[in-house]
């Protein structure tokens, strides 16, 4: 008759956590804040955008058509042409909006200072909420022992 064998799960290795350190693990490491941050600088390229709403805009458009065989209208029949091309360049300046371009620019100011707040806020509520956690391990290891 063959043994049994039986496997023991090593013991687990032990370390000194200081709430300091739980509190620096825990902001390297959450995905939140790297979300929120990630929010702030989609909002800061909000702001980019808005804040150059102001300025001249550039716009280039191209065309090509090419007519040939019995899908040729009479009028380029008479034009004698079987390629048009068009090549359309505009420029554009805003004059006045009506306050809608300072509007959008405070707007996009506002959103970027709520991502930079939010961005703080989830930071405080990981760093409560570490210390929340490390001391009921505290307390709960002081009553076992």
């Known amino acids: 008759m063959e043994g049994v064998g039986v496997s023991v799960p090593a013991p687990a290795e032990t370390m000194d956590l200081t709430l300091a350190d739980s509190i620096m693990m825990a902001l ?33 458009t191209s065309a090509f058509q090419r007519t040939t065989g019995r899908y040729a209208s009479t009028n380029m029949a008479q034009l004698n042409a079987q390629n048009i091309y068009s090549n359309n360049l505009t ?26 707040l939010m961005v703080e806020g989830t930071k405080q509520t990981i760093r409560y ?6 001391y009921k391990v505290l307390f709960f290891v002081s009553s076992i022992e």
Not at 129 to 134: E, G, H, L, V
């Open 28 to 60: 390297a490491n959450n995905d939140t804040i790297k979300q929120s941050e990630d929010d702030m600088v989609a909002a800061e390229w909000k702001r980019h955008a808005a804040r150059r709403q102001h300025g001249p805009t550039l716009g280039w």
């Open 91 to 116: 420029l554009a300046m805003p004059i006045y909006a009506g306050g809608k371009l300072s509007a959008s620019i405070k707007a996009a100011d506002l959103g970027y200072n709520q991502a930079q």
């Open 129 to 134: 909420n570490t210390a929340a956690t490390y």
